[in-house]
């Protein structure tokens, strides 16, 4: 089991076994075996909603103790939160599997975070680009209008 931290304070236990997968089918129509063959873990990257949705499904019986509806829970995921509860999930998920599985679905994970650590890369040096700025500026001068006098 692997805990994070909401926006709130509160910390929430993420724990990956059959009932829980039985749940996201059932609430959401996500099959979270679907992370095996790597288009679930691409849909998590891509949509933090999804991505939150799904967790709130697995800590449901916990949210319910605690009396945190899923607006709630929304409301407190953004940022280092959704971070956090990612790893927390897909850690679990990985744990889940049997061993073969499980390794192919480590492999898959670790290569997502390189590459999602070369498109921040990518990202970050195409913005420390001096030629970005000189396009920027360009483009703006290009859409200055003329000053307007009071009688115009």
Known sequence: MKT??????????????????????????VNLLDAIEGKLLEQFVSDPVMLCDCIYAICKPEADTKNVSDEEFGRAMAGDAIDAATTALLEELVDFFPKGKREVLAKALAKLKHLEGKAIEVASKRLEDTELDRRMEAALEALELPELTVGD
Do not use: E, H
Request: a positive charge.
């Open 4 to 29: 994070f931290n909401d926006n709130a304070g509160r910390t929430w236990t993420v724990s990956i076994n059959v009932d829980c997968i039985k749940r996201v089918k059932a609430l959401l129509d």
